[in-house]
């Protein structure tokens, strides 16, 4: 695992963060190529992409809260605040499921506010989405947050403590598929 690519004070950078980067501008690249032979404007699919971009990001937020609502109930501002109440900087806590829900919603009200080809649009962007999840999917396993239950697999993983598998259980072997209790990207313990 490899959680942080480096730090800069309280800054942190982390590779989860540079995966879902790279899932978004490889997507809008993908998306503007192939809408050209569509006629639509490049410019348009930029506005689609920042449309996509703001709303995955707030909907991933947002239940990433709602499922962790405990620790903000003391401090609601740490929220949408990047200066953290612990003196962290960023916002940790991420759920791919509701960003992946907002950007398809402000994504197809975009496309149909615009009245661009809805079917055509969507099976071009079909591709960018599920090398997206592919990519971000990378990204929570060296964040090693999104992991399975203990088994004996020949693929199992064994997650270092100070990841959020290696916290809840240690040196054990994981399955390192998501279970359905682990619906998002945890942030670590404050304790660990």
Known sequence: MHPVLFRIGRFEARTYGLMLAIAFIAGIYYTIRKTRNLGINPNTIIDLAVVIVISSLVGSRLLYVVFHFNEFKNNLLD??????????????????????????????????????????????????????????????????????????????????????????????????????????????????
């Open 79 to 192: 929220i949408i605040n990047p200066f953290q109440s612990s003196g962290d900087i960023g916002i940790a806590g991420l759920t791919m499921l509701g960003g992946l829900i907002f950007a398809l919603i402000f994504g197809m009200w975009y496309i149909k506010f615009k009245k661009l080809p809805v079917l055509k649009l969507s099976d071009i962007i079909a591709v960018p989405i599920a090398f997206g999840i592919f990519v971000t999917r990378i990204g929570c396993f060296l964040n090693g947050c999104c992991f399975g239950i203990p088994c004996e697999l020949p693929w199992a993983v064994k997650f270092p403590l100070e990841s959020p598998a290696g916290y809840m259980f240690p040196g054990c072997l994981l399955y390192t598929s998501p279970s359905p209790r682990d619906l998002s990207t945890s942030r670590m313990p404050s304790s660990a």
